[in-house]
T-cell receptor, first 111, second 113 residues
């Protein structure tokens, strides 16, 4: 069982639609990071959320950290084919310790 | 700044052989972490080096080892390769040690036949 559970595992939508990806845990995290990975490349950091209830926006992407700091979500508005990729959430397993990753959500945005 | 570079990008090895992968971090970054990514297990932490010292280690057998040089460049070695070692090996650097934001390289795709 992964410490961070992501859902859904796979999402296929049409260009212009909205989507939400979830990252859940039974443990409290001091922070959570979101990455996007495109085929043949390494993950690229999108955002870090630190405060419970925090909402961060990155153009059409909105990230939210749960009030209890056990979950996070990523919402994409009006998805574009360029949003296609593997979205990963990650958090420190313990204070200052190694990073643990969720299983990822593979997003396909069809033109 | 130049990003994290990894060499080689692709590698094919035979069972029982050993392999060494190389990583050059972003200039000024002293922490280098290695991850293994497979379709079944996802992204799993291998180890982290900071100032030439292994700071953390994941749950992998002793066949997996690494080191970091004084210029922060890092290498990882896998001995006695098994078919299950086929994976994308990712290196990430960070200015600080610990679970801070990681800057990943493109990875080395290792295929063991």
């Amino acid at each position: 069982t992964q410490l961070l559970e992501q859902s859904p595992q796979f999402l296929s939508i049409q260009e212009g639609e909205n989507l939400t990806v979830y990252c859940n845990s039974s443990s409290v995290f001091s922070s959570l990071q979101w990455y996007r990975q495109e085929p043949g490349e390494g993950p690229v950091l999108l955002v870090t959320v630190v405060t419970g209830g925090e909402v961060k926006k990155l153009k059409r992407l909105t990230f939210q950290f749960g009030d209890a700091r056990k979950d996070s979500s990523l919402h994409i508005t009006a998805a574009q084919p360029g949003d296609t990729g593997l979205y990963l959430c990650a958090g420190p397993k313990a204070a200052g310790n190694k990073l643990t990753f969720g299983g990822g959500t593979r997003v396909l945005v069809k033109p | 700044k130049a990003g994290v570079t990894q060499t080689p990008r692709y590698l094919i090895k035979t069972r029982g052989q050993q392999v060494t992968l190389s990583c050059s971090p972003i200039s000024g970054h002293r922490s280098v972490s290695w991850y293994q990514q497979t379709p079944g297990q996802g992204l799993q932490f291998l180890f982290e080096y900071f100032s030439e010292t292994q700071r953390n280690k994941g749950n992998f057998p002793g066949r997996f080892s690494g080191r970091q040089f004084s210029n922060s460049r890092s290498e990882m070695n896998v001995s006695t390769l098994e078919l299950g070692d086929s994976a994308l090996y990712l290196c990430a650097s960070s200015p600080q040690a610990g679970a801070y934001e990681q800057y990943f390289g493109p990875g080395t795709r290792l295929t063991v036949t």
